[in-house]
């Protein structure tokens, strides 16, 4: 099938996960039912609750499985304006970083467009890591009417991780939500040590199933809903949860679990061999995203005097499965906006792409993308340069 280099999108499933899969698809049994058939579910959800949770150093009272991360972000981020706003309408600011993932900035502008939000937007240095000295001053500012502070713990597109413990001392009493979808699984991440409201995590992105997450949540914090129903998951995520799924996400992070050590060494190696040898191709690419702790599986290279959306398309050709990690609307890729808040260029940002590593990733994979990388970028350059002389 190729080389993978998209782990950052999704994962392949961990043998233990699709085995958990598997035997609890056998089950029959509403896990809310109170016979002996959902008992026997209940008993199976509960105990991956504990792992789950014991694993993300957080109560399992805490863990509010959801359908997506994208679900988990949208509960925590309209969960705590609404909540806020309830309480005191003047409460309606929320702060968030510049470069957060879509399933964090689309229902922050959602509600800047509907419900009567504020955004305040947190710069990012160049290196990729959040303004500190930036969110001081707003917090100083405008603390009295900050609903909520969003900031990821890890960029999905650079790798680079965030000072949230510093963040949430900043913050003083304002709840402060981290996505922690890259993170979790790969590096360090204590609920409670952190000191954050609420956190999201994803189980496809740790050899999990699709289509199962948690949201987090500081036990006794109270937010407003966004599912109406049957009062599952503390009443904050109506809906019959997905046993299955959530049975798996527990051996997928328990096995993330285990391994975390030795595979953020491996893949850390694997990263640096691949980008010794990008740069040995091409002496002028150059890397986006520099913090003193990396996620190991994340390089995000430029290519200058290219386009990305040719060199995604030329590395596929050669068997190689990248991407931008940026939205592409209605076939028009869109420069990426994490990169611009780095203060890359349009054209820098247009000319880049994620490579992303994982627990299936070889070094003789990355020596055969060492191999074929000239190649694809003196293409993708050919390319573009007839593409900049049709323009003139
Ligand atoms: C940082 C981050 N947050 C949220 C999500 C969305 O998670 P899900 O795919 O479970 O909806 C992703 C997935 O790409 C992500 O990388």
Same mark, same amino acid.
């Given at each position: 099938?190729?080389?993978?280099?998209?782990?950052?999108?999704? @994962?392949?499933?961990?043998?233990?996960?699709?085995?958990? /899969?598997?035997?609890?698809?056998?089950?029959?049994?509403?896990?809310?039912? /109170?016979?002996?058939?959902?008992?026997?579910?209940?008993?199976? +959800?509960?105990?991956?609750?504990?792992?789950?949770?014991?694993?993300?150093?957080?109560?399992?009272?805490?863990?509010?499985?959801?359908?997506?991360?994208?679900?988990?972000?949208?509960?925590?981020?309209?969960?705590?304006?609404?909540?806020?706003?309830?309480?005191?309408? =003047?409460?309606?600011?929320?702060? +968030?970083?510049?470069?957060?993932?879509?399933?964090?900035?689309?229902?922050? #502008?959602?509600?800047?467009?509907?419900?009567?939000?504020?955004?305040?937007?947190?710069?990012?240095?160049?290196?990729?890591?959040?303004?500190?000295?930036?969110?001081?001053?707003?917090?100083?500012?405008?603390?009295?009417?900050?609903?909520?502070?969003? #900031?990821?713990? !890890?960029?999905?597109?650079?790798?680079?991780?965030?000072?949230?413990?510093?963040?949430?001392?900043?913050?003083?009493?304002? %709840?402060?939500?981290?996505?922690?979808?890259?993170?979790?699984?790969?590096?360090?991440?204590?609920?409670?040590?952190?000191?954050?409201?609420?956190?999201?995590?994803?189980?496809?992105?740790?050899?999990? %199933?699709?289509?199962?997450?948690?949201?987090?949540?500081?036990?006794?914090?109270?937010?407003?809903?966004? $599912?109406?129903?049957?009062?599952?998951?503390?009443?904050?995520?109506?809906?019959?949860?997905?046993?299955? !799924?959530?049975?798996?996400?527990?051996?997928?992070?328990?096995?993330?679990?285990?391994?975390?050590?030795?595979?953020?060494?491996?893949?850390?190696?694997?990263?640096?061999?691949?980008?010794?040898?990008?740069?040995?191709?091409? %002496?002028?690419?150059?890397?986006?995203?520099?913090?003193?702790?990396?996620?190991?599986?994340?390089?995000?290279?430029?290519?200058?005097?290219?386009?990305?959306?040719?060199? $995604?398309?030329? /590395?596929?050709?050669?068997?190689?499965?990248?991407?931008?990690?940026?939205?592409?609307?209605?076939?028009?890729?869109?420069?990426?906006?994490?990169?611009? =808040?780095?203060?890359?260029?349009?054209?820098?940002?247009?000319?880049?792409?994620?490579?992303? /590593?994982?627990?299936? @990733?070889?070094?003789?994979?990355?020596?055969?993308?060492?191999?074929?990388?000239?190649?694809?970028?003196?293409?993708?350059?050919?390319?573009?340069?007839?593409?900049?002389?049709?323009?003139?």
């Amino acid at each position: 099938m190729g080389i993978y280099l998209d782990h950052a999108a999704t @994962t392949p499933m961990s043998p233990a996960a699709r085995e958990a /899969l598997v035997a609890q698809m056998s089950q029959v049994g509403n896990a809310s039912s /109170l016979h002996a058939f959902g008992r026997g579910v209940r008993k199976e +959800v509960e105990q991956a609750r504990e792992s789950i949770a014991t694993i993300a150093c957080a109560h399992p009272t805490e863990i509010i499985f959801t359908a997506s991360g994208t679900e988990a972000n949208n509960l925590a981020i309209k969960g705590f304006y609404w909540k806020s706003i309830e309480r005191d309408p =003047s409460k309606n600011i929320i702060v +968030v970083a510049a470069f957060e993932h879509h399933a964090i900035l689309e229902p922050v #502008v959602w509600l800047e467009e509907h419900e009567g939000a504020a955004v305040i937007y947190i710069p990012i240095k160049p290196e990729g890591v959040i303004d500190l000295d930036a969110l001081a001053q707003i917090i100083e500012t405008e603390s009295e009417h900050i609903a909520v502070i969003a #900031v990821m713990h !890890s960029n999905n597109e650079i790798g680079t991780i965030q000072p949230i413990a510093e963040i949430v001392e900043l913050a003083g009493g304002i %709840p402060v939500h981290t996505d922690a979808v890259q993170s979790f699984g790969k590096v360090d991440f204590d609920f409670a040590v952190l000191g954050v409201r609420s956190a999201v995590i994803s189980a496809h992105k740790i050899g999990g %199933p699709l289509g199962v997450a948690a949201l987090i949540l500081e036990h006794g914090i109270d937010i407003t809903p966004l $599912l109406h129903g049957g009062g599952q998951e503390r009443d904050i995520r109506s809906g019959t949860i997905n046993a299955p !799924s959530i049975v798996a996400f527990a051996a997928a992070a328990q096995s993330a679990a285990v391994d975390r050590v030795s595979n953020f060494e491996r893949t850390w190696k694997l990263r640096e061999s691949l980008k010794e040898r990008i740069l040995r191709a091409e %002496p002028d690419a150059t890397f986006n995203g520099r913090s003193e702790i990396m996620l190991p599986g994340i390089l995000n290279v430029t290519f200058p005097n290219t386009e990305s959306d040719s060199l $995604l398309l030329l /590395l596929d050709n050669a068997g190689i499965a990248a991407s931008t990690g940026s939205a592409c609307s209605a076939g028009v890729q869109r420069a990426s906006h994490v990169l611009i =808040s780095l203060g890359l260029t349009e054209a820098q940002a247009r000319s880049s792409i994620r490579f992303s /590593l994982g627990s299936s @990733t070889t070094q003789a994979e990355i020596d055969e993308v060492g191999s074929k990388i000239g190649s694809v970028v003196e293409s993708a350059r050919a390319a573009f340069s007839v593409g900049a002389g049709a323009k003139s």
